[in-house]
T-cell receptor
Framework: AQSVTQPDIHITVSEGASLELRCNYS??????LFWYVQSPGQGLQLLLK??????LVQGIKGFEAEFKRSQSSFNLRKPSVHWSDAAEYFC???????????FGTGTSLTVIP | ETGVTQTPRHLVMGMTNKKSLKCEQH?????MYWYKQSAKKPLELMFV???????ENNSVPSRFSPECPNSSHLFLHLHTLQPEDSALYLC????????????FGPGTRLTVL
């Protein structure tokens, strides 16, 4: 069965510091991988996605993620965090039939001045 | 209005009540979804609608009954709920499938007494 693991429940970083959020997936076929962000009181917004090709994908708001098949990982990175990046971040995997979608439990990011 | 809207934003109901959640998308999308977001658990995909036809029902109890009268509107009818059904219910839409960018509404915070 497909699953997504986000090992870090909560992360605190200083503004301007770099960020890496971890995501591991379990999926038998080629995964369709996503990162979504949820700000307080709002719905989720897509940051980026990976289907195939270049394993380093660029997203919105300066985020990027790298697909590593050997590690079954799809970690999200940002070189310099802004206070507005404080939010909940969700990794997700989609099924190639398009009718199933699995989210991780999320990582809550706090940004301190 | 633009994007995905949900009403009401908050709902408190007793276990014997009948209520409905409404979702409307103004994006011209062909697919709509209901998710349940509970604390410390991954978002759970409940129902998938494509071109107004239900294509997936992820073992959701029958006390949750979805309805999609047209491609812009999605309802979730609630009847005889349990306290453990208290959660944030999110509606989302995408152009064709879950693998496309999903646009989420802000959710309905449901409390079952």
């Amino acid at each position: 069965a497909q699953s997504v693991t986000q090992p870090d429940i909560h992360i605190t970083v200083s503004e301007g510091a770099s960020l890496e959020l971890r995501c591991n997936y379990s999926y038998g076929a080629t995964p369709y991988l996503f990162w979504y962000v949820q700000s307080p009181g709002q719905g989720l917004q897509l940051l980026l996605k990976y289907f195939s090709g270049d394993t380093l994908v660029q997203g919105i708001k300066g985020f990027e993620a790298e697909f590593k098949r050997s590690q079954s990982s799809f970690n999200l990175r940002k070189p310099s965090v802004h206070w507005s990046d404080a939010a909940e971040y969700f990794c997700a995997v989609g099924q190639n039939t398009g009718n199933q979608f699995y989210f991780g439990t999320g990582t809550s990011l706090t940004v301190i001045p | 209005e633009t994007g995905v809207t949900q009403t009401p934003r908050h709902l408190v109901m007793g276990m014997t009540n009948k209520k409905s959640l409404k979702c409307e998308q103004h994006l011209g999308h062909n697919a709509m979804y209901w998710y349940k977001q509970s604390a410390k658990k991954p978002l759970e995909l409940m129902f998938v609608y494509s071109l107004e036809e239900r294509v997936e029902n992820n073992s959701v109890p029958s006390r949750f009954s979805p309805e999609c009268p047209n491609s812009s509107h999605l309802f979730l009818h609630l009847h005889t709920l349990q306290p453990e059904d208290s959660a944030l219910y999110l509606c989302a839409s995408s152009q064709d499938s879950l693998l496309g960018e999903q646009f989420f509404g802000p959710g309905t915070r449901l409390t079952v007494l």
